[in-house]
């Protein structure tokens, strides 16, 4: 039995080794650098793209659709927006998604919530 017993601490002791020298030789060296990018058109570009991808108005459209065809017996649904405005073009966006909530007839079911702190935001979540 006690045999055993040391074989296996012999080879807990081995292994122990070689994760020690993995870890030190198979560490991988991640270097950050500096990307400057001086191209304000490009920068636009994908901007505008990012924000066609979150496809905001068409998920107010979707929330429409949605709500007209929910059971009315259930509880309201709610749709939240929440986010930030860092400039015109945000605010601009933002007022625009709240006129089509009112054309849409779903303004008292969809929440916006601008420029709200991290802590707010899981507050939100749940």
């Given amino acids: 039995m006690q045999g055993i017993l040391d074989e296996t601490t012999a080879l807990l002791v081995k292994e122990r080794e070689n994760v020690k020298k993995v870890t030190v030789e198979e560490t991988p060296v991640i270097q950050e650098k500096e990307v400057i990018v001086e191209d304000a058109i490009k920068i636009d570009e ?4 990012v924000e066609r991808l979150k496809a905001h108005g068409l998920q107010l459209e979707a929330f429409s659709v949605a709500v007209k065809r929910l059971d009315f017996s259930l509880p309201k649904s709610r749709l939240q927006f929440v986010g930030s405005c ?3 073009s945000d ?19 969809v929440e916006f919530h601008k420029n709200v702190t ?5 507050l939100h979540l749940h």
């Fill in 46 to 49: 994908l901007t505008m793209e």
């Fill in 86 to 88: 860092r400039n015109k």
């Fill in 91 to 109: 605010e601009e966006r933002h007022q625009m998604l709240k006129n089509k909530a009112i054309e849409l007839n779903v303004n008292e079911q």
């Fill in 118 to 122: 991290y802590r707010s935001v899981t």
